[in-house]
C-alpha cells in the first residue's frame, strides 16, 4: 500500500514537474529531489495514520517524517540522475526494464554508503521509528539485498509508469492510476520473491541493525 501510495503520488505530479516528451527519456534530478521529498512526506504520513488505530504492544509509526523525506527526495534526484545515464537503444519495454533496474542498483548502493556515513556523523538525520512503545534509530543496513530487490521492484514499475509519457489529456488523473498500478504491481511481486526467498536462504533477507534510544 505505501509503495502504491508513493508512486501514485509522484507519478500524478511528475508531468508537472519535468519534461516527459518521448525524446527526452531523461528527467531532472531537482524534479526528482522535489517529487521524492513530496511522495515520501505524503506515504509516511498514510503509514502513521493507518498504524494509529493499532494498541500500543503492536503500534509502528515513523518518527521525524521531514527528516526521513529529505532521503527520499535524495533517493529520487539520484534515480533520475542515472536515468539519464543508462540510455539504451532502442526504447523498448526490455530496455526501460534495464534502465530502472541499472539506475535503482546504483542509486540504492550509493545512498546506502551515504546514509552509513551520515548517521554517523549527524545521529539526527537517522531514520527514527517507534515500534511496540520503543523509540529505535537505523543506524545500518544490509547492502545486497535491497539493491536487488529495489532494482527488481523498479523494472517492473518503470515500463508502466512510462506510460504517461503518451498521455496528452488528464495526466494528473493517468499519473495517479498508474504510479498506484506500478506501486501496487512491483511491491507484490518483491514482496512475493522475498518472502520465498527469506525462507529458504537467509542471506536474501534485510537487514537493519538498529539503536533504541535510552
Not at 45 to 67: C, E, H, M, Q, Y
Not at 68 to 93: E, K, Y
Request: aromatic share 10%; net charge positive; with cysteine.
Amino acid at each position: 500500500m505505501i509503495a502504491a501510495a508513493l508512486e501514485g503520488v509522484t507519478v500524478s505530479i511528475l508531468p508537472y514537474a519535468a519534461t516527459l516528451q518521448p525524446e527526452h527519456l531523461s528527467k531532472p534530478p531537482e524534479a526528482g529531489l522535489l517529487l521524492g521529498y513530496i511522495g515520501m512526506l505524503t506515504a509516511i504520513l498514510l503509514a502513521n495514520i493507518v498504524n494509529r488505530g493499532l494498541s500500543a504492544d503492536r503500534s509502528f509509526r515513523i518518527r521525524k517524517p521531514f527528516i526521513v523525506s529529505l532521503w527520499g527526495g535524495a533517493f529520487l534526484a539520484m534515480i533520475f540522475l542515472f536515468q539519464g545515464v543508462f540510455r539504451f537503444s532502442p526504447d523498448n519495454t526490455l530496455n526501460v526494464m534495464l534502465r530502472a533496474a541499472c539506475s535503482l542498483a546504483c542509486s540504492t548502493l550509493i545512498l546506502l554508503f551515504v546514509y552509513r556515513w551520515v548517521v554517523r556523523k549527524v545521529p539526527a538525520l537517522a531514520i527514527e521509528f517507534t515500534w511496540q512503545r520503543s523509540v529505535q534509530r537505523i543506524v545500518d543496513t544490509s547492502m545486497w539485498p535491497p539493491v536487488v530487490y529495489l532494482a527488481v521492484y523498479e523494472a517492473i514499475a518503470l515500463p508502466i509508469i512510462e506510460i504517461v509519457r503518451n498521455v496528452d489529456q488528464y495526466r494528473f488523473l493517468a499519473g495517479l492510476l498508474l504510479g498506484l498500478s506500478a506501486g501496487a504491481l512491483a511491491g507484490a511481486v518483491v514482496v512475493a520473491i522475498y518472502n520465498a526467498l527469506s525462507r529458504s536462504c537467509l542471506r536474501t533477507g534485510l537487514a537493519l541493525i538498529v539503536e533504541r534510544e535510552a
